[in-house]
């Protein structure tokens, strides 16, 4: 009882000291509101990245047919695969997968980083097997690039640094979704069509709160990873 007393003032004690006074709170979201301004308006004016991200539209919820997502944000990249069926019938199926990446992949060159990744999404569309409800429609991929890129249309960007461990010189000012294409054309594999799009986290999570958003969006984008885990397959 004496433990559980101490135990319990110990909590008390760091909930106060990590409180977060209202005020405090509206302080520090009024800061960001006004350095993402500053951002938009001009490049190079806030520490904070503003970057276009090109998307021009949103989906309707009517999608149907197979749909892959990748994820590249840290020393694990997960792939997702959803079956969307429509307005009516939304989401049929959906799977996942979660691969470690070696860490002599994480500072040694592009190649050899995507084309582990490449090898990896071939592996997953390989393993389809009878699933597959829409086997007459093209399967389609969006790839979510968790480091600092400089879009420049809705399917290319070009790497600006690493961050999170990796360190690959050879792939900073490349396009990082032609690496990505390249390395599925030589893995020999199948691969679905690279038509999603590249996003970052930040535009994915802003437009999983769209009202259209739903599942269609989920699949493309891997906005709703943390919130509703599929799942996985072998």
């Known amino acids: 009882m004496v433990a559980a007393a101490a135990a319990e003032r110990v909590v008390a004690e760091l909930r106060e000291a990590c409180a977060a006074p209202a005020a405090r709170l509206d302080e520090v979201a009024a800061a960001m509101e006004a350095e993402m301004r500053a951002g938009l308006r001009e490049e190079g004016g806030s520490k904070i990245k503003m970057i276009i991200s090109y998307v021009d539209n949103l989906p309707t919820g009517n999608e149907e047919g197979l749909?892959?997502?990748?994820?590249?944000?840290?020393t694990n990249f997960r792939v997702l695969r959803v079956q969307l069926a429509g307005r009516e019938k939304r989401v049929a199926k959906r799977e996942s997968k979660e691969v470690s990446i070696p860490p002599h992949l994480m500072s040694g060159n592009a190649s050899e980083l995507f084309g582990f990744i490449a090898s990896a999404l071939a592996s997953s569309v390989a393993d389809e097997g009878r699933s597959n409800l829409f086997e007459d429609k093209q399967r389609e991929l969006g790839f979510t690039f968790s480091f600092p890129v400089r879009q420049t249309s809705i399917a290319s960007g070009t790497l600006i640094k690493w961050t999170k461990a990796f360190s690959i010189?050879?792939?900073?000012?490349?396009?990082?979704?032609?690496?990505?294409?390249?390395?599925?054309?030589?893995?020999?594999?199948?691969?679905?069509?690279?038509?999603?799009?590249l996003s970052s986290p930040s535009t994915a999570a802003c437009l999983s709160t769209t009202p259209s958003s739903g599942s269609a969006w989920s699949a493309r984008w891997w906005s709703c990873w943390g919130r509703r885990r599929p799942g996985r397959w072998p």
Do not use: C, H, I, R
């Open 67 to 74: 749909f892959y997502a990748l994820d590249l944000g840290g």
């Open 169 to 197: 010189d050879d792939a900073v000012g490349e396009d990082v979704v032609a690496e990505l294409q390249t390395a599925m054309e030589k893995s020999g594999g199948p691969s679905p069509a690279m038509s999603g799009g």
